[in-house]
C-alpha cells in the first residue's frame, strides 16, 4: 500500500499503559476503495488483507458487525448525557442515523457543525480541515497524517475541505488588514 504509517509508543509500568501501547504497535490503513487493509506490526513486519478474499457470508456478517458498531456509536454518551436522555430520543437519533446511510452517507455535517446524530468532528479533524482551509497542507496530506496519526481512515466528506464564501472574505480582509498596517 503507498500511504505510510508512523506509531510511536512509550514504555510504561502501569497496565492500562501497557494495553495502550500494544495497541498504538499495531496501525491499520485502508486503500481508496475500502477493499484492502495494510496491518502494520513494526516489529514483526506489515500485512495486507484483501476483503475480496472473503466468503460472502463471512462479509456479511462483516457489515452487520459494523452497523451495529455504528448504531451503538451514535447512541454512546457521557453517563451525565445518558441519565436525561430519553428511549425516545435515542429512537430519533438512531432513524436520522439510519435516513443518513440509505442516502449514502457515512458522516453527514448538518447544518449546527454536526456530522450526524449526535456526532461532532473531533478537534483532530477539525485542525486538519482547517490546515487544508489555510493553504498549509493538500486535502490528500490532511487525510493521511490523520490515518497516520489515528490509525483509522479519513470518513469526512471533501466538502469539510471548501471555504465558504463568508470565509474567504474575511481572510481577504485580514490580508488587506495587514498589508495596511505594514504600509504604515
Not at 4 to 11: F, L, M, S, V
Not at 42 to 51: E, I, M, S
Not at 90 to 97: G, P, S
Not at 157 to 182: G, K
Request: hydrophobic residues 35%; charged residues 35%.
Amino acid at each position: 500500500m503507498s500511504e505510510n504509517t508512523t506509531t510511536t509508543t512509550t514504555t510504561t509500568t502501569t497496565a492500562a499503559a501497557t494495553a495502550a501501547a500494544k495497541k498504538a504497535r499495531r496501525s491499520f490503513t485502508w486503500d481508496d476503495a475500502l477493499n484492502m487493509v495494510e496491518i502494520d506490526f513494526l516489529k514483526a513486519g506489515k500485512k495486507t488483507f484483501d476483503l475480496r478474499e472473503l466468503p460472502a457470508e463471512i462479509l456479511h456478517r462483516a457489515v452487520a458487525h459494523g452497523i451495529e458498531q455504528k448504531l451503538r456509536d451514535n447512541m454512546a454518551m457521557s453517563k451525565e448525557e445518558a441519565k436525561v436522555t430519553t428511549d425516545t430520543e435515542y429512537l430519533k437519533m438512531t432513524e436520522e442515523l439510519w435516513d443518513n446511510l440509505k442516502s449514502g452517507q457515512w458522516n453527514k455535517k448538518k447544518e449546527d457543525g454536526k456530522r450526524g446524530p449526535s456526532i461532532t468532528v473531533s478537534d483532530l479533524e477539525a485542525r486538519f480541515v482547517e490546515g487544508v482551509k489555510k493553504g498549509l497542507m493538500t486535502p490528500e496530506n490532511a487525510k493521511a497524517m490523520y490515518t497516520q496519526c489515528t490509525g483509522k481512515p479519513w470518513m469526512l466528506d471533501d466538502s469539510v475541505f471548501e471555504v465558504e464564501e463568508a470565509e474567504e472574505v474575511e481572510e481577504a480582509e485580514e490580508e488587506t488588514s495587514e498589508e495596511e498596517t505594514e504600509e504604515n
